[in-house]
């Protein structure tokens, strides 16, 4: 110690502090348990804070070097050095608190866990080596030990992005060809690909409560992720009880208001849409079956190749109409994105109790833009259909919850672009929904409670 010019104090002070932080897993294990509601506050604050000790450690190598020709930013990168541990050791702790507070369990859990103590531990070591490397008698311990906190660092911030993003969150939109070529491939789902479950349950799972409730995280020990682990359940027992919808705390959570600690999905994740809780209901209703291609009211998604949208034209000069029709009568055309060419979506949300088929028709003359139409829970009848047929880049409607009995259906039949049509909770007939069957640009067709569903589980056949 006297060679290296190391305190042993400071020695000792490491040694229990890493003998602490290697302990503390052993003592306060993560068992699937959530615990008190005070950890979860308190530990809430690990997404703000980390980004310091991150920061100042990435800016801890550039200092070193640049001390080469500038001795006054080396003496800076040991005051950088020290305030990264004094950050990174609350990080730590209040990363504990959020997951052994909310019952986190997982393998990336449990990595990222390993890896910020293993980052602890190794800038503890360079804070108490680098007096002597400075000195010039440990030259290659102090490089070592710095480029090793860095790769820790890296494979830490790793699993902790795939925690906030999902595992596969840099792989997501690699290119088929890159991904072959690494073997990324899709974990099996233990159902028929051609079911139902695979085809609409799952990836609504996969996209909206896998995050929190996979083989990366398993918050209460439930994951989500395949159709076994959905029909397991968690340490509270099972979430879906077959033919039973509303005995089942599946739904029953995602259907809580939004500002109930127990809605999910949790941590402002983007909640499941309407539809995607109808459909879960009725597979629930039908037997939440593995191997069924179809429930009643809706048709498994076909496993085919959909042409890109086609580009609508610049609407850019009707922006000053639009704006003024929105603020009289408070329906809305929101664009798709920054590029006109994507088109616009009809919202009528803020006023569904009051559009008519009267307000419907004012927004003919931007027919050519429109390219989705929300009109859910309006009072919009059949004879909006003579408004919507001229809606000629159409490609998705929105008509449930609405007083449609499906007579002027065939009107939207010269609508090759739309493939989207919810006539849920309408009062849809079993003759109106036979017109469906000439419509083959449709994909995704949903019936549910409608007087069509009984006894036509699929009203149409998608193609």
Same mark, same amino acid.
């Given at each position: $110690? ?44 690990? =997404? ?5 000790? /991150? ?40 990363? !504990? $608190?959020?997951? !052994?507070?909310?019952?986190? *369990? ?58 906030? #993003? ?35 349950? #799952? ?73 995607? /809780? ?6 629930? *209703? ?33 922006? =000053? ?29 803020? /006023? ?51 007083? /449609? ?12 672009? &739309? ?20 419509? =083959?640009? &449709?994909?995704?067709? !949903? ?14 056949? *998608?193609?």
């Amino acid at each position: $110690m006297q060679r290296t010019r190391i305190p042993t104090s400071a020695a000792l002070r490491v040694a229990a502090t890493a003998f602490a932080l290697v302990l503390l897993p052993f003592v306060f294990r993560l068992n699937g348990h959530a615990h008190a509601d005070w950890l979860q506050f308190f530990g809430r604050f690990h =997404p703000a804070l980390l980004h310091i000790p /991150i920061g100042l450690i990435v800016l801890l190598p550039i200092l070193e070097y640049a001390g080469v020709r500038r001795p006054a930013l080396r003496e800076s990168a040991g005051f950088v050095l020290r305030l990264a541990v004094a950050f990174a050791l609350p990080t730590l702790a209040l990363g !504990y $608190m959020l997951a !052994y507070g909310s019952g986190d *369990t997982g393998s990336t859990v449990t990595r990222h866990l390993w890896g910020a103590i293993t980052l602890c531990i190794a800038l503890m070591l360079c804070a108490l080596i680098r007096s002597a490397w400075a000195a010039g008698t440990q030259p290659r311990a102090y490089p070592a030990m710095l480029t090793f906190s860095l790769l820790a660092l890296l494979f830490t911030g790793h699993q902790g992005g795939s925690l906030s #993003h999902g595992s596969d969150y840099l792989t997501r939109y690699m290119p088929t060809g890159v991904r072959s070529m690494f073997s990324f491939g899709s974990p099996g789902i233990g159902a028929d690909p051609a079911s139902f479950y695979a085809q609409r349950i #799952h990836p609504v799972l996969d996209s909206k409560c896998v995050a929190c409730h996979g083989s990366s995280t398993e918050k209460g020990g439930l994951r989500l992720d395949s159709y076994p682990n959905l029909m397991h359940g968690g340490k509270d027992g099972v979430v879906v009880i077959a033919g039973k919808p509303e005995a089942s705390p599946l739904l029953s959570r995602v259907t809580l208001p939004t500002s109930d600690k127990h809605f999910m999905p949790a941590e402002g994740r983007t909640p499941l849409t309407p539809d995607e /809780i109808k459909m879960i209901r009725a597979w629930i *209703t039908a037997g939440a079956s593995s191997t069924a291609a179809t429930i009643p009211g809706f048709a498994a998604a076909a496993q085919s190749s959909e042409p890109p949208p086609q580009p609508v034209g610049d609407y850019s000069a009707l922006m =000053p109409e639009i704006q003024r029709m929105q603020q009289q009568q408070g329906a809305k055309l929101v664009p798709v994105s920054a590029k006109p060419s994507d088109g616009l979506i009809l919202r009528t949300v803020d /006023i569904a109790s009051t559009f008519n088929d009267a307000q419907l028709a004012q927004f003919q003359k931007f027919a050519p833009y429109i390219v989705e139409a929300e009109l859910s829970r309006t009072t919009v009848t059949d004879a909006g259909f003579d408004t919507l047929r001229t809606f000629a880049h159409l490609r998705s409607l929105h008509l449930d919850g609405t007083a /449609i009995t499906g007579s002027g259906l065939a009107k939207l039949a010269p609508l090759k672009q &739309l493939t989207y049509l919810n006539l849920s909770n309408t009062h849809l007939t079993a003759q109106a929904a036979a017109t469906l069957k000439s419509m =083959p640009q &449709l994909r995704r067709v !949903y019936l549910f409670n409608t007087p069509a569903e009984v006894g036509t589980a699929s009203a149409k056949s *998608t193609p």
